[in-house]
């Protein structure tokens, strides 16, 4: 009796030996094992982490890079989330090399611009989230290969050209946050390829009403209640949140002119 209780001890300090200090284990609302490793000033991956973790909070930690081969000791990885950390880029592979990777956390670090193929590592993605970072360009390739993305977060950055054929690579596109930057023109025939995007946020840009915005403004007519805004959490349609910056002063003619095109 005495032997099999100090067994038992000795199991669950092994088990405990497991633990990460700075880590919680648990697991996410699907029953995937789940490291919380949140502000735990961690620069890199902390050793003695279980391979089996499906998703891998850092939160506000020190990352100042992004590996994508360093997260290959979780061959089942599903999430990662690195908001609020320093990573200043992405960098494309030759192939991928994070196939099960469904969920991208990159919001709130130091990234400025984002290369061809950017996210060629992870080309299962369903998720991205780049927010309120200091993104200034981007390009038709950036988001290449990401047939099953679904979500895509770019709200709170620099951005001032939408290019051409960036949505080209995204047939399963649903949601795109586009609030708070500088765009304003949206190219003709943007939505081309998937007329469609059920939620739509283009709020808080200086929106140009010159003739260049006649196919926003057409876009807008036959998708209106696809235009979104949002507080917190809340959510609701409002189309009235697109609304014209410069030039103020020749905006009443402008418009009459180009619906005369119309
Ligand atoms: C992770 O842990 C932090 C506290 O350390 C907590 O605030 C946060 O809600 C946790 N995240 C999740 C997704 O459970």
């Given at each position: 009796?005495?032997?099999?209780?100090?067994?038992?001890?000795?199991?669950?300090?092994?088990?405990?030996?497991?633990?990460?200090?700075?880590?919680?284990?648990?697991?996410?609302?699907?029953?995937?094992?789940?490291?919380?490793?949140?502000?735990?000033?961690?620069?890199?991956?902390?050793?003695?982490?279980?391979?089996?973790?499906?998703?891998?909070?850092?939160?506000?930690?020190?990352?100042?890079?992004?590996?994508?081969?360093?997260?290959?000791?979780?061959?089942?990885?599903?999430?990662?989330?690195?908001?609020?950390?320093?990573?200043?880029?992405?960098?494309?592979?030759?192939?991928?090399?994070?196939?099960?990777?469904?969920?991208?956390?990159?919001?709130?670090?130091?990234?400025?611009?984002?290369?061809?193929?950017?996210?060629?590592?992870?080309?299962?993605?369903?998720?991205?989230?780049?927010?309120?970072?200091?993104?200034?360009?981007?390009?038709?390739?950036?988001?290449?290969?990401?047939?099953?993305?679904?979500?895509?977060?770019?709200?709170?950055?620099?951005?001032?050209?939408?290019?051409?054929?960036?949505?080209?690579?995204?047939?399963?596109?649903?949601?795109?946050?586009?609030?708070?930057?500088?765009?304003?023109?949206?190219?003709?025939?943007?939505?081309?390829?998937?007329?469609?995007?059920?939620?739509?946020?283009?709020?808080?840009?200086?929106?140009?009403?010159?003739?260049?915005?006649?196919?926003?403004?057409?876009?807008?007519?036959?998708?209106?209640?696809?235009?979104?805004?949002?507080?917190?959490?809340?959510?609701?349609?409002?189309v009235e949140s697109v609304v014209c910056d410069a030039p103020r002063q020749h905006k009443e003619r402008r418009e009459k002119v180009c619906k005369g095109k119309m």
């Amino acid at each position: 009796m005495r032997h099999l209780l100090l067994l038992l001890i000795l199991l669950s300090c092994v088990s405990m030996g497991a633990a990460v200090a700075g880590c919680r284990s648990d697991r996410d609302k699907d029953h995937r094992p789940r490291e919380n490793c949140t502000a735990a000033g961690f620069s890199d991956i902390p050793v003695g982490l279980e391979p089996t973790t499906k998703v891998l909070l850092f939160p506000s930690n020190l990352f100042s890079s992004l590996s994508w081969s360093s997260f290959q000791v979780f061959p089942e990885i599903y999430e990662i989330d690195l908001t609020g950390n320093k990573v200043p880029e992405v960098t494309p592979t030759a192939s991928p090399i994070l196939p099960t990777l469904s969920v991208l956390r990159l919001g709130s670090n130091h990234l400025t611009s984002l290369p061809d193929g950017s996210f060629s590592a992870c080309p299962g993605l369903t998720e991205l989230y780049l927010e309120n970072n200091a993104i200034n360009s981007l390009s038709d390739h950036t988001f290449s290969g990401l047939t099953k993305l679904e979500i895509l977060e770019l709200s709170s950055n620099h951005i001032k050209v939408l290019p051409q054929s960036m949505l080209h690579p995204l047939p399963a596109i649903e949601t795109l946050y586009l609030e708070k930057n500088k765009i304003s023109v949206m190219p003709d025939e943007w939505f081309s390829r998937k007329e469609e995007v059920p939620y739509l946020y283009l709020s808080a840009n200086p929106w140009a009403c010159t003739c260049s915005l006649g196919y926003l403004r057409r876009y807008l007519d036959d998708y209106e209640l696809n235009v979104y805004v949002r507080d917190g959490p809340e959510i609701k349609s409002e189309v009235e949140s697109v609304v014209c910056d410069a030039p103020r002063q020749h905006k009443e003619r402008r418009e009459k002119v180009c619906k005369g095109k119309m």
